[in-house]
């Protein structure tokens, strides 16, 4: 008998796991053909809003693009003045650089936190947990906002300083240090987030493995080198990847707290193809660039993705 | 040095170490909230400690003259419907993936999930400016509100559902039931605190988006909170004109209370929603 959705019950009925070849594919189909009516919506959205786009700034790229009339043509030349821009290159390489500093410091401190946490018990555990973890659900603009109050000249670091006398510089005003208070903001958001990860981390270590240590008579320092973070490579690994990634696609705490400034002291990629697009409408070279770093980021991350894979499956 | 565990040293160490941490992580916070309370004389010249208090900031910043009422209103809006959309539209396309074996599976699979979860914003924000403003939804809730799928949102419901043992759906199908009657009478009340984990999750994630809703609006009164509250911070914008201390600490206040309080109330819907990103 026919149902509402025009599939037989008989054809429900068979076990999902069946064997299909192509002759069967009009088979498999009549059975299966209403999951195409619930992945619909997400497809269509996702084909609007990410493939369409992602596909047109590719094309884009190909020319001297205008929002309005006519747009040449114009090959490679797009990409051809990236090779001669050398402050595409200089924030190619400040952008890496950045990346690679707060994601070390952000793993080191977020493990520190980990260790620390993970010694507490029941309700302290909790909150203290908690409480290091907020700066990974606020807003990046908000955080900004309230660092950059900090920062300025006559915030709250120059002025708790004074009142320490010591001597104290706006660092957003400064080429040096600018780059300094993105880092130091942007290991404050992250740590939090990275101490998690650690935390599930250690639960995942049986406890047996410190008993026996300990019953050999292993010090604290030998459980730590010898079990701990030997099993925490997989988290470490992963972690280590998110937290690249996320820091190659800086944004908001560059955008809000100096702009890029000063000097393009901490002008990074995302920041640079966002003004080159939005404030100098400049959309050929703007979408050569977010194609060469998009480029980059997606073979980041799933190289080493299936790095992790290959490397854990076990 | 050897310190050993549950020893008095141990103990100090940690301890002063984690206050140092839960400082630097909530002083920020608690100093700009407790700036909205107090009045403002140049931000900068505040002790850390709570004094001058006043609830005039709040007045103001709900007063008429003020846009902050506005922008919240927005990101109410715009976060809930948007929220509500990508769970429904996850939910059912991480059913698809969990339980069907349809052609073309693993490529819509691809396309959704792995693509979205890669791909950087920066190669779609100009086409997305270019298609919106082609079809005048620029400043309309419509642009803020329509790209309401998320990656993330369908693989973590991927995930949970691949959790639920499938005789559930067997039995379901054998008594006669459509597969809208599994997904909508077996699968779904099964997977209610995962719902709970994506609403939470994609909730934060929209209230806290930036980027996306500064390319479709232009106009004051079209702006979320996030959005407004960059606008109204000195910079070369304003002209070295006093910025609105009283809306802006208001402004940073009602962004993160929200923030705070879906946390505290959905953290352990949130440590699972984490879980399920498969990434423990």
Redesign the interface.
């Known amino acids: 008998m026919e149902?509402?959705?025009g599939?037989t019950?008989a054809e429900?009925?068979q076990?999902?796991s069946a064997p299909?070849w192509p002759g069967r594919?009009g088979q498999?189909?009549r059975r299966?053909?209403?999951?195409?009516f619930?992945?619909a919506?997400?497809?269509l959205?996702?084909t609007?809003?990410?493939?369409?786009?992602?596909v047109?700034?590719?094309y884009?790229s190909f020319f001297n693009w205008k929002?309005r009339g006519n747009s040449p043509f114009s090959g490679l030349a797009n990409y051809q003045q990236l090779l001669t821009d050398t402050l595409f290159q200089q924030t190619f390489v400040r952008t890496i650089y950045l990346a690679v500093v707060i994601t070390v410091a952000a793993i080191s401190l977020g493990f520190?936190?980990a260790i620390?946490?993970n010694?507490?018990n029941g309700w302290s555990k909790y909150l203290?947990r908690?409480?290091?973890?907020?700066?990974s659900?606020?807003?990046?603009?908000?955080?900004t906002?309230?660092?950059?109050?900090?920062l300025?000249p006559?915030?709250?670091f120059?002025?708790s300083a004074a009142f320490f006398g010591i001597a104290w510089q706006s660092w957003v005003a400064s080429p040096e240090q600018a780059p300094l208070a993105i880092i130091v903001l942007s290991v404050?958001q992250q740590?939090?987030y990275i101490m998690?990860?650690f935390l599930?981390?250690l639960q995942?270590i049986p406890q047996t493995f410190y008993e026996a240590a300990e019953v050999d008579g292993a010090?604290?320092?030998d459980q730590l080198f010898h079990i701990t973070i030997p099993l925490l490579q997989r988290t470490t690994l992963?972690v280590l990847v998110?937290t690249t990634l996320t820091n190659f696609?800086i944004?908001?705490q560059v955008?809000?707290l100096t702009?890029g400034g000063p000097a393009n002291s901490t002008l990074t990629?995302?920041m640079y193809?966002?003004q080159t697009?939005?404030r100098y409408s400049h959309?050929g070279p703007?979408?050569a660039?977010?194609?060469v770093?998009?480029v980059v980021?997606?073979g980041v991350?799933?190289l080493q993705l299936r790095f992790l894979r290959a490397r854990f499956e076990y | 040095m050897l310190i050993r565990k549950h020893s008095t040293t141990w103990i100090i160490i940690r301890n002063v170490l984690l206050l140092v941490f839960v400082l630097v992580t909530l002083f920020p916070f608690y100093y700009a909230v407790l700036n909205s309370f107090r009045t403002i004389r140049g931000l900068p010249d505040m002790s850390w400690l709570p004094d001058h208090l006043t609830l005039n900031n709040w007045v103001s910043a709900f007063g008429s003259n003020s846009p902050v009422p506005r922008w919240l209103f927005n990101s109410i809006v715009v976060t809930l419907s948007i929220t509500t959309l990508s769970v429904c539209f996850d939910s059912l396309a991480g059913y698809a993936f969990a339980r069907r074996h349809f052609p073309g599976r693993n490529f819509f699979f691809f396309g959704i999930v792995i693509f979205g979860l890669t791909v950087p914003a920066a190669l779609l924000i100009i086409p997305i400016y270019g298609m919106m403003a082609d079809a005048q939804l620029i400043n309309t809730y419509p642009a803020l509100i329509l790209p309401a799928a998320s990656s993330l949102g369908t693989f973590m419901m991927t995930q949970a559902i691949s959790e639920i043992p499938i005789d559930l759906d067997e039995a379901a199908r054998l008594d006669g039931a459509t597969d809208f009657d599994i997904f909508w009478r077996v699968v779904l009340p099964l997977i209610k605190p995962a719902l709970a984990a994506v609403f939470i999750v994609l909730f934060l994630a929209h209230w806290n988006n930036f980027l996306y809703p500064l390319i479709v609006t232009n106009q004051e009164n079209m702006r979320t909170l996030t959005v407004g509250l960059y606008l109204m911070a000195p910079s070369d914008r304003t002209f070295g004109l006093p910025p609105p201390w009283d809306w802006i600490t208001v402004s940073i206040a009602i962004q993160f209370i929200p923030v705070l309080i879906v946390f505290l109330i959905g953290q352990d819907y949130f440590t699972k929603g984490m879980a399920l990103t498969g990434m423990k």
Request: charged share 10%.
């Open positions: 149902t509402t959705t599939i019950a429900h009925g076990p999902l299909r594919l498999v189909l299966e053909w209403s999951a195409y619930f992945i919506p997400a497809m959205l996702f609007v809003f990410t493939i369409y786009p992602a047109r700034t590719i884009i929002m520190l936190a620390l946490v010694d507490l203290v908690s409480a290091i973890f907020i700066p659900i606020s807003s990046l603009i908000v955080s906002m309230i660092w950059k109050s900090f300025e006559d915030g709250f120059q002025r404050w740590v939090g998690v990860f599930a981390g995942a010090s604290p320092w992963f998110v696609k944004f908001e955008f809000a702009g990629l995302m193809i966002y697009g939005f959309f703007a979408s660039m977010a194609t770093f998009s980021a997606i991350a799933l």
